[in-house]
């Protein structure tokens, strides 16, 4: 069965400090992988979508970005946190119809 | 308008009876929709989805499209405490391959 791993699962990191979230899937091979926000109270708002290795495709500008070096792995990051940043970062797996999401990232920019 | 859209709640219902979630979307290339369960804290879990007009059941979950009033809606019969959640409604359009757009959810609460 597929399995999806996120690490870690909370952070507090300060303004201006860089950012690198991990995700690795299991158990099945090309997946979609995506990265999604939720801020307190809103909606998901998909950020990134990879349908293979170096394949990047970005939703929203803003000062975060994302690599997939290995089939089953993706990394979003940033360079320098701003305050909006703060909030619950999931990311999903997709092949056909559905797609699963990982537990998730709680990340609190202070 | 937003492409996907849900009542915020909360929707109270009484343990036992049905509660019934609504999403209505604006997008009419949109041909698959999705509900997800969220508890507080935690990621979404896909439910079910569904993609042809009618019904489509899943244990106490009963999803139902209705594409020609853009609308789709989630039943869950036998309410119990333990499905208190928010429940998210996703749409998937042919032209955004596998893109999902999600509803802001509407949060369920099952009195005991």
């Known amino acids: 069965s597929q399995t999806i791993h996120q690490w870690p699962a909370t952070l507090v990191q300060p303004v201006g400090s860089p950012l690198s979230l991990e995700c690795t899937v299991e158990?099945?091979?090309?997946?979609?992988l995506y990265w999604y926000r939720q801020a307190a109270g809103r909606g998901l708002q998909l950020l990134f979508y990879?349908?293979?290795?170096?394949?990047i495709s970005s939703e929203v500008p803003q000062n975060l970005s994302a690599s997939r070096p290995q089939d089953r792995q993706f990394i979003l990051s940033s360079k320098k946190l701003l305050l909006s940043d703060s909030g619950f970062y999931l990311c999903?797996?997709?092949?056909?119809?559905?797609?699963?999401f990982g537990p998730g990232t709680r990340l609190t920019v202070t | 308008q937003k492409e996907v859209e849900q009542n915020s709640g909360p929707l109270s219902v009484p343990e036992g009876a049905i509660a019934s979630l609504n999403c209505t979307y604006s997008?009419?290339?949109?041909?698959?929709f999705f509900w997800y369960r969220q508890y507080s804290g935690k990621s979404p879990e896909l439910i079910m989805f569904?993609?042809?007009?009618g019904d489509k059941e899943d244990g106490r979950f009963t999803a139902q499209l209705n594409k020609a009033s853009q609308y789709v809606s989630l039943l869950i019969r036998d309410s119990q405490p333990s499905d208190s959640a928010t429940y998210l409604c996703?749409?998937?359009?042919?032209?955004?391959?596998?893109?999902?757009?999600f509803g802001t959810g509407t949060r369920l609460a099952v009195r005991p």
């Open positions: 999903a797996w997709g092949q056909g119809y559905e797609q699963y």
């Open positions: 158990g099945t091979s090309n997946p979609n």
């Open positions: 990879s349908v293979g290795i170096g394949q």
């Open positions: 997008d009419r290339g949109s041909q698959s």
């Open positions: 569904i993609y042809s007009n």
């Open positions: 996703a749409a998937k359009k042919k032209s955004s391959g596998d893109k999902l757009t």
